[in-house]
C-alpha cells in the first residue's frame, strides 16, 4: 500500500466519508428513513449482490427515492445493529472511493422464539462532493456470507 503526505484537508475528507459511512449504519439501526435517504446524491446508483462478489447483481436501484423500499424493509426486524470495520478510502479532489467491511446483525421473532440474522456484507462505495459535502454517489452492498441462529435468554 501506498502512503502518501497527509495533508489537512485530506484528513478532515477522510474523516467526514468515515462518518457518513457510520451514519449510514447508525440511521439505519434507527429506522431513520428520511436521514438516511439524505446521505445519498440525488442520482445515486444502489446495487446489491445478494449472492456476494463475482454473481450477478440481485437489485439495481437509481435515485434517491428509490431507495425508500430497501429502507422501509428493515421495519421487518425488532432490531438492527451494524458493525463497521475496516475501511479503505481513496481520494480525488472532489470524488472519492471506499470499501467497507460491515456484520450486520438482524434480530426477529419466528414461532415464538427469538433469532439473529448475521449478514456479513463489502460495501463499495463512490462518493461526490456536493457544496462541500460528501454524499454516496453509488453504493455496491455485497453480501459475502450469512449466519442464522437462535437467540439464548
Known amino acids: 500500500m501506498e502512503h502518501h503526505l497527509l495533508t489537512p ?9 468515515r462518518e ?3 451514519s449510514y449504519a447508525r440511521c439505519a439501526d434507527r429506522r431513520e ?18 449472492n456476494g462478489a463475482g454473481n450477478p447483481a440481485t437489485e439495481e436501484l437509481r435515485g434517491r427515492e428509490a431507495l425508500i423500499p430497501v429502507f422501509d424493509a428493515l421495519n421487518q426486524y425488532d432490531v438492527t445493529m451494524h458493525f463497521n470495520g475496516q475501511c479503505t478510502i481513496r481520494l480525488a479532489e472532489h470524488a472519492a472511493a471506499a470499501e467497507t467491511y460491515c456484520i450486520a446483525h438482524h434480530v426477529f421473532s419466528k414461532d415464538g422464539e427469538r433469532q439473529v440474522f448475521a449478514a456479513y456484507l463489502r460495501y463499495e462505495d463512490e462518493f461526490a462532493k456536493e457544496q462541500g459535502s460528501w454524499r454516496f454517489a453509488s453504493r455496491k452492498l455485497y453480501v459475502e456470507f450469512t449466519d442464522s441462529r437462535q437467540l439464548a435468554g
Open 9 to 17: 484537508q485530506h484528513a478532515t475528507d477522510r474523516l467526514a466519508i
Open 20 to 22: 457518513l459511512i457510520d
Open 33 to 50: 428513513a428520511d436521514e438516511q435517504r439524505a446521505l445519498f446524491t440525488e442520482d445515486t446508483q444502489f446495487t446489491v449482490y445478494m
